[in-house]
């Protein structure tokens, strides 16, 4: 056994990235982040994580905020303390595998711009997927970390993981990292698995884990005291719940220990301080909603990560289906051995998730199936470490066939088309890894900064509560049967009845939503007989993949809707041809929108 050298902890600070990911779906401003830079700077942290992941997206998507001036703000005010970011392999920050010159083209940038240490994962454990990262880091000077995203199944033995530490050293990492997303690994388990790999590594190991479960601080311990040499943590105000277990908690734990970090607790005790009004406006405008806060011991049945978690929320609602939340959760893990049992990471967590709420607010497993599902089912993604379900990857690909090399060698490099496609906004080189990560929402970025199209996303403080129910029923019972009420917005009809005279009110009836007033029919575009092709669910138009007067036969693509982060494509439900496409790219379309006619 590898004998445990024993000292301080050191500590990576996941506030700018993770815990605000976690929590509050990414959507902290940079100039609610700037201001604490300077303190952040004096703890002595290991790294501070401040960028990749969700940020990139979130940043251009909902903020209108360039996520590479972010980074250079950062650099600027950060002096002393390590950059972080995560990069997810071949995925880089997006959803889809991208070619071998996109990938180091934005390791380069990411460096450039301040980046010190890359954690490079795959939502597979692929390794292939992470050798053009690893690769390009090395040779910016950057410390590599890969990280290998921890699950539990029957595949993932201790054998699995030991044999992935040694091939992580052989690949040229710097260090290795412990991704455990949704808090599935318990004290006991950190304490084998840390050992294991101290066996067979000279790699730094770091751990990060998210507070879902309530094991997180205990395994923490357990996994110092086995050896492990830097845990990730999140000042207090957005810690626990789905985020990591606090700063100022672990540091107390090992204080006079010999595990000590040395961090003046005061001081992040002031860092705390600048946090907690900022937690409370997004307690006050719904953001930190009270499912992502607390212990949810499901996460063991489920294996959600917290951002996943946050995320479905925000899905559901968007989709108006909140009261399905925990429909899906318990939808998640089917989904997720029917795609060969992948961690839930992004972008598989989105890729399991988003098609485990299909699923369910379709009505029907698979009816509607993502591009992103139908590509991990073509091995796209790389390769599953269970087979899939070959019943649900036939009805999910049809009769394509799946390939096995490493996806990237199937992709021809990008950058010079990517460059051409979208010159017309470039405004500095950066601009064409934004392009190239999220074509849709980089124009629509573009076009802000240009002076055109929609500002950033406005979440405002919920409207003052109802009249308190004794308040409505006394106005409702001034010999009143009947009486419409409106309340934030939605309008009820409330009917009561009188009471007798001296008699106690009798309590009215729960509130039902009035019903709207039918929408006067249209006459189908394409004439008496046309077929109406509609959106099964909210999203904006990706792209248009057919044209009046073509011929389509049934289960060709007509339209693709980015929804929930994912492509979703609308078929053609028979043969025949089209008569109108009544949408154009970048469209907003509401489920039952009209997109097109058919004959």
Known sequence: MAEIVKKPVQITETILRDAHQSLIATRMRTD?????????????????ECWGGATFDAALRFLKEDPWDRLRKFRDGFKKTKLQMLFRGQNILGYRPYADDVVEYFVQKSVANGIDIIRIFDCLNDLRNLETAVKAANKEKAEAQVALSYT???????????????????????????????GLLVPKAATELIGAMKEVTKLPIQLHTHYTSGEASMTYMKAVEAGVDVIDCAISPFALGTSQPATEVMVEAFRGTEYDTGYDLNLLNEIAEYFRPIREKYIANGLMNPKNMGVDIKTLLYQVPGGMLSNLTSQLDGLGAADKFYEVLAEVPNVRKDMGEPPLVTPSSQIVGSQAVMNVVMGERYKVVT???????????????????????????????????????LIPNELETLEKEMAEYKQQDEDVLTYALFPQVAIDFFKYRNGEGEGPEVIEAPAKAAPAPAEAQKTAFEGTKYYAINVNGVEYNVTVEAAAEGAAPVAAPAAVPAPAAPAPAAAPAGGAGSVEVTASLPGKVFKVEAAAGQAVKAGDAIVILEAMKMEVP?????????????????DAVEAGTLLATMN
């Not at 690949?171 to 949704?182: E, H, P, T």
């Not at 073509?378 to 470490?385: A, I, P």
């Open 32 to 48: 609610e982040m700037l201001p604490i830079v300077p303190k952040l700077d004096e703890v002595g942290y290991r790294s501070v």
């Open 152 to 182: 539990l199944g029957e595949a993932y033995t201790l054998e699995y993981w030991v044999e992935k530490a040694k091939a992580i050293e052989e690949m040229g990492a710097d260090s290795i990292c412990i991704k455990d997303m949704a």
């Open 371 to 409: 591009k992103e599902s139908k590509d991990l089912f073509l091995g796209k993604y790389g390769k599953s470490t269970l087979p899939f379900n070959e019943e649900i990857q036939k009805k999910c690909i049809g009769d394509e066939e799946p390939i096995t090399c490493r996806p990237a060698d």
């Open 570 to 586: 609308v078929v053609a439900p028979q043969d025949g041809t089209i008569a109108s496409i009544n949408v154009g790219v970048g």
